[in-house]
């Protein structure tokens, strides 16, 4: 990602008060499901995987975390690496440690990038959805104008501002017939918080 999706990212979460740092791990992790997802076939996944995604300048680092042990030893190398080798990634390594050893993929930063793409309209569709309903939950029990806007057999869709009101069949007015377009006074009886 270039530090314009970083900047992007900061502008969003002001404006749509939304924790920036909640936003960084949730990317982190839905690139961590994609790294996973693009493995060639076959290849397994490290056990402990960590993706970071640096705060300034948008450069993205995937860690795998192996067991360091003897030579000979080492039967997963994909969990496991030699103390040889995890001492050319840091001198101070040790027997038993843990190393975290870069296996960030070449070409990784285009699926990192439509990746956050869809986390970040996912989580604005989730604030919105989250604003919504705080707004109208408080008109719960109320009275609202709101605008015919289709006719089914069994409701009656209304629009309500920034969302939709139903309103079953059997709870209008005996006789009453409505038209798309009208505007009608609906009593606002339960609120919910949709998943779409």
Do not use: W
């Given at each position: 990602?270039?530090?314009?999706?970083?900047?992007?990212?900061?502008m969003?979460?002001?404006?749509k008060?939304?924790?920036e740092?909640?936003?960084?791990?949730?990317?982190?992790?839905?690139?961590?499901?994609?790294y996973k997802?693009?493995?060639?076939?076959g290849?397994?996944?490290?056990?402990?995987?960590?993706?970071?995604?640096?705060?300034?300048?948008?450069?993205?680092?995937?860690?795998?975390?192996?067991?360091?042990?003897?030579?000979e030893?080492?039967?997963?190398?994909?969990?496991?690496?030699?103390?040889?080798?995890?001492?050319?990634?840091n001198?101070?390594?040790?027997?038993?440690?843990?190393?975290?050893?870069?296996?960030?993929?070449?070409?990784?930063?285009?699926?990192?990038?439509?990746?956050a793409?869809?986390?970040?309209?996912?989580h604005i569709?989730?604030?919105?959805?989250g604003?919504?309903?705080?707004?109208?939950?408080?008109?719960?029990?109320?009275?609202?104008?709101?605008?015919?806007?289709?006719?089914?057999?069994?409701?009656?869709?209304?629009?309500?501002?920034?969302?939709?009101?139903?309103?079953d069949?059997?709870?209008?007015?005996?006789?009453?017939?409505?038209?798309d377009?009208?505007?009608?006074?609906?009593?606002?009886?339960?609120v919910h918080?949709?998943?779409?």
């Amino acid at each position: 990602m270039k530090s314009e999706v970083i900047d992007a990212i900061r502008m969003l979460a002001k404006e749509k008060e939304i924790s920036e740092d909640t936003l960084f791990q949730t990317i982190e992790e839905a690139l961590k499901a994609a790294y996973k997802k693009n493995l060639p076939k076959g290849e397994a996944a490290p056990n402990n995987l960590d993706v970071t995604v640096n705060r300034q300048d948008g450069s993205i680092s995937v860690y795998a975390r192996k067991l360091i042990l003897e030579d000979e030893e080492i039967e997963d190398p994909t969990n496991q690496i030699s103390l040889k080798d995890a001492q050319k990634i840091n001198p101070n390594y040790q027997m038993g440690d843990i190393a975290e050893v870069d296996v960030t993929p070449s070409g990784f930063l285009r699926v990192a990038a439509q990746t956050a793409k869809q986390v970040i309209i996912q989580h604005i569709r989730e604030a919105e959805r989250g604003k919504i309903y705080d707004e109208y939950i408080e008109k719960e029990n109320e009275i609202m104008t709101g605008i015919v806007e289709r006719i089914e057999p069994k409701a009656i869709y209304i629009d309500l501002g920034r969302t939709e009101g139903v309103l079953d069949r059997d709870e209008m007015i005996p006789g009453e017939v409505l038209h798309d377009e009208d505007h009608i006074k609906v009593y606002i009886l339960e609120v919910h918080k949709t998943s779409q």
